[in-house]
């Protein structure tokens, strides 16, 4: 079955970076694009970044454009997230997504002095 794990949240302060990943299993990794969402307390999900199967074509919301960056290593079968310049509007729960109803659990990221 499909299986994907994320790690890498935390609690940074404004201006910080963190590496998310989500480890896949259960699937082709390599053949399958893969998106972040994230979610505030409140407000409903959003997609953050979305990255192709090869990693040639990656896209992202413009509240992270030239701050995140997603990328994937198919031999690892993970999914990054690289988030620097961290704002406290980017406290959410991150999820890693493979399309339709296939989610991870998420991981807290927390952006406060």
């Known amino acids: 079955q499909v299986q994907l794990v994320e790690s890498g949240g935390g609690l940074v302060q404004p201006g910080g970076s963190l590496r998310l990943s989500c480890v896949a299993s259960?699937?082709?990794?390599?053949?399958?694009?893969m998106n972040w969402y994230r979610q505030a307390p409140g407000k409903e999900r959003e997609l953050v970044a979305t990255?192709?199967?090869?990693?040639?074509?990656?896209t992202y919301a413009d509240f992270v454009k030239g701050r995140f960056t997603i990328s994937r290593d198919n031999a690892k079968n993970t999914v990054y997230l690289q988030m620097n310049s961290l704002k406290p509007e980017d406290t959410a729960v991150y999820y890693c997504?493979?399309?339709?109803?296939?989610w991870g659990q998420g991981t807290q990221v927390t952006v406060s002095s």
């Open positions: 990255i192709s199967n090869t990693g040639g074509m990656r």
């Open positions: 997504n493979r399309g339709a109803n296939y």
């Open positions: 259960g699937f082709t990794f390599s053949s399958y694009g």
